[in-house]
């Protein structure tokens, strides 16, 4: 298991930026994914981007060309640069790893898209 503790959300005009980060409670140089689902009010919880050990990214096609996945396994640390924000991206967007079948998320982190 492994606990892990979301930043940098907050509000932010449409077109602006954030960058969510991620911090893992141990060394994460085992864990195959990491990545971001987000939740918004009303709405299940969705897919968003995720990162292997080995590199490779995947993203939903809603944030694709504007939300950047990636990953320092020297600092436990996973991030999501998130440019172009619209409303819609308005959410709370949780950090998960998976690894040999076990799941673990973080608490969350609201970004707020408004003008």
């Known amino acids: 298991q492994v606990q892990l503790v979301e930043s940098g959300g907050g509000l932010v005009q449409p077109g602006g930026s954030l960058r969510l980060s991620c911090a893992a409670s141990?060394?994460?140089?085992?864990?195959?994914?990491m990545g971001w689902y987000r939740q918004a009010p009303g709405k299940q919880r969705e897919f968003v981007a995720q990162?292997?050990?080995?590199?490779?990214?995947d993203y939903t096609d809603s944030v694709k060309g504007r939300f950047t996945i990636s990953r320092d396994n020297s600092k436990s640390t996973v991030y999501l640069q998130m440019n172009s924000l619209k409303p819609e991206d308005t959410a709370v967007y949780y950090c998960?790893?998976?690894?040999?079948?076990?799941?673990?998320w973080g608490q969350g982190t609201q970004v707020t898209v408004s003008s």
């Open positions: 990162t292997t050990r080995g590199g490779s990214t």
């Open positions: 998960f790893t998976s690894s040999s079948g076990f799941r673990s």
């Open positions: 141990r060394n994460v140089n085992d864990i195959y994914i």
